[in-house]
């Protein structure tokens, strides 16, 4: 079998290259590696797919899946990577624009009935009407959520580009307020910050990520479906929260005041006074201040370490919301 390559540079069109397969790697269409668990598509072009890496970021996020006790069934018509990963299915297709995966969408969904998506599209729109990239996609949206009003649609900034560095950036400014419009109108939608976690460096050719970009892009998704736990309901989520060496603990969170941009949560912990609960925040969310604790922030992960100051077991953090006002997950709560 053989697998199509597409790749774009800046100031030329796309060039395309066949290229057979690799010894002992799994290419072609999808042989359906259902273990009946959350049925998740990856969406997208060679990104997606792999290209450079077979299996791509796909490879990093299953294995971070099944060590925090998902069960997810990657759902799609493509099939390829090593045998590190578990579930060679997807939906990535090399040099795609937005309006080619649009003309195929609704076949897609119906096929593989995702519960949810992992969308990260417009790359190859970058060099051939890059201006109207932001409205395709708002497009491609709704025709994924028309055909899936329930299912969780996580939308991402496309990761850099050498050569483009102009035209990602005004792609990109243009999605979280797309992101937005689907929110208001009630859909399942939600903004992931792929451009911030990715830097050139971690591109293997300027366009496509090289295995730690990979692993980098693994872990924002991975984050991102914390951040919503009806993402990976369906299948045997873990326990909330799980447990931790040390010794464990019982953090409870509540809604706060909200502003037009930025909300507080506060948080209550039981059963130690010598705590560390770690929240995962919901990209682009930033952390804007805490109370009663002191804190650290890992923009990649988006997780927010928090320990007491000595003011006692209830403390409360304020978040950036970016757009995003959905409300901290608490992922751990150890007692020193």
Not at 40 to 50: E, K, N
Not at 106 to 125: K, Q
């Amino acid at each position: 079998m053989r697998r199509l390559h597409l790749f774009a540079r800046a100031g030329a069109a796309l060039i395309i290259a066949v290229g057979m397969a690799a010894v002992g790697m799994a290419v072609g269409t999808a042989q359906a590696e259902s273990n009946g668990g959350v049925r998740v598509m990856p969406l997208g072009d060679s990104i997606t797919d792999g290209l450079t890496v077979p299996g791509g970021y796909r490879i990093n996020l299953w294995q971070r899946l099944v060590a925090g006790g998902y069960t997810v069934d990657f759902v799609g018509s493509q099939f390829n990577g090593p045998g590190t990963l578990g579930d060679h299915d997807h939906e990535g297709h090399s040099g795609w624009r937005i309006d080619q995966i649009d003309a195929n969408i609704a076949t897609w969904m119906r096929t593989s009935t995702p519960r949810t998506v992992l969308l990260h599209i417009g790359t190859n729109d970058m060099f051939g009407n890059a201006a109207g990239a932001p409205a395709r996609l708002s497009t491609l949206i709704d025709h994924i959520t028309a055909a899936a009003p329930n299912a969780e649609v996580f939308v991402a900034t496309i990761i850099p580009l050498s050569g483009a560095d102009s035209a990602v950036r005004t792609f990109n400014a243009a999605i979280p307020g797309i992101v937005t419009s689907k929110v208001n109108a009630g859909r399942h939608v939600h903004l992931v910050d792929m451009f911030s976690a990715l830097t050139t460096a971690d591109l293997a050719d300027g366009v496509h990520p090289n295995a730690n970009g990979y692993n980098k892009m693994a872990a924002v998704w991975y984050n991102a479906l914390l951040s919503v736990p009806a993402s990976l309901t369906g299948g045997t989520p873990p326990s909330s929260p799980p447990s931790s060496p040390g010794g464990s603990c019982t953090a409870t969170v509540r809604d706060g005041t909200r502003w037009s941009d930025r909300f507080n949560t506060e948080v209550t912990v039981t059963g130690t006074n010598t705590w560390t609960v770690v929240l995962a925040l919901t990209s682009p969310q930033t952390v804007s201040s805490t109370w009663n604790s002191t804190y650290t922030f890992d923009a990649t992960t988006r997780l927010v370490t928090l320990r007491p100051n000595g003011n006692g077991n209830v403390f409360g953090i304020t978040t950036l919301a970016n757009g995003n006002f959905t409300r901290p997950q608490v992922r751990s709560c150890t007692a020193a």
